[in-house]
């Protein structure tokens, strides 16, 4: 009676792998990984501290064609040219006025500003604002 055949390595059959491989997959990982944090550390510095940011603090519907409404504008420089967005809704949830202002440099970060609306508005949203390299309002 016969043995059966030795089994053989696979390194055997196959060849062995190259021992450059590992070593140039973990400097591609590395590479990946790098680049992926040096992108989330930009991202992060680059939006936490926009040119301007705005907060609606409270509105007041005034009459049957205003409203009022105070924010909180904080521009980073006294260089920045900001654009700012209100808009009133009505009670079924139409826009009824918009408003788009730019806030003084220099002056008090707390605003006022009155909507004229076409029919009596309910509620009032700050879209945000806006400022030259900042896509996103604030």
Do not use: K, N
């Not at 900001?82 to 008090?108: I, K, M, N, Y």
Request: overall charge negative.
């Amino acid at each position: 009676m016969t043995s059966p055949p030795a089994p053989t390595v696979p390194a055997d059959r196959y060849g062995a792998p190259a021992p450059w491989r590992r070593r140039v997959l973990l400097a591609a990982c590395v590479a990946v990984v790098g680049a992926f944090l040096g992108w989330l550390v930009w991202t992060v510095l680059v939006h936490s501290a926009p040119p301007v940011d705005s907060e609606l603090l409270s509105f007041e519907i005034v009459d049957e064609h205003a409203a009022t409404a105070r924010l909180q504008v904080q521009l980073a420089d006294d260089d920045v040219e900001a654009t700012c967005l209100l808009r009133a809704f009505a009670e079924d949830h139409t826009v009824v006025g918009e408003l788009s202002f730019t806030p003084e440099p220099g002056a008090d970060d707390r605003v006022e500003e009155t909507i004229r609306t076409e029919r009596r508005a309910t509620s009032v949203e700050s879209v945000g604002c806006t400022a030259e390299g900042q896509s996103r309002p604030r």
